[in-house]
């Protein structure tokens, strides 16, 4: 029991330390995910000063992040690492097309919804909500399909189609 309370209590103090940095809003949008990042590993400070977890954030951030993922990769074709190079290229690719698909799916949803606002505010309402929940489904189902070797978790799935509608 004193372990489950002890893991809690760390849990929480990571969601402080990400929350006083935005708590991870557009996380895979560069400058976010700078920011997301940081605050993550803030909050590993917070719970307990694992500088571990924190520094682990940071290699995470390097494999999957556009801006990380292109530093490393020049860092490690200026150390003639060029197997390394073109694996951290990819990687930012994949982080482009996510940060890209998040981006014209919250530009999609704010447009439907102002197109929409003429026609009323349930009209605005349900059509934001509709476009928000069908954005992010399709968004979250190609980070899945990037970042999780083409494995797609329904629950996953649904709970960002769920957020986006409401959201």
């Known amino acids: 029991m ?13 969601a402080t330390g990400q929350a006083v940095l935005g708590g991870g809003l557009l ?5 976010f995910q700078e920011i997301s990042t940081t605050g993550k590993a803030l909050g590993d400070l917070i719970g307990g000063g694992d500088t571990e977890s924190a520094a682990k954030r940071y290699e995470d ?5 556009m801006i990380g993922s292109t530093v490393g990769s020049v860092v490690a074709k200026v150390e003639g ?27 999609l949803t704010v447009l439907t919804g102002g ?4 026609l009323g505010t349930a009209a605005s ?30 629950g996953a799935l649904v709970g960002g189609t769920i957020m986006g509608g409401a959201t």
């Open 2 to 14: 004193r372990e489950i309370c002890r893991n809690l209590c760390r849990k929480r103090k990571i």
């Open 27 to 31: 996380e895979n949008i560069p400058v």
């Open 61 to 65: 951030y390097i494999e999957n992040s």
């Open 81 to 107: 690492d060029d197997k390394r190079a073109e694996e951290l290229i990819k990687n930012a690719g994949k982080a482009t097309l996510s940060a890209g698909m998040t981006g014209g799916a919250i530009g």
């Open 115 to 118: 197109l929409a606002a003429p």
């Open 125 to 154: 309402v349900a059509a934001g909500a509709t476009v928000g929940a069908a954005s992010s489904a399709t968004t979250g189902a190609v980070d899945q399909a990037l970042y999780n070797d083409g494995e797609i978790d329904a």
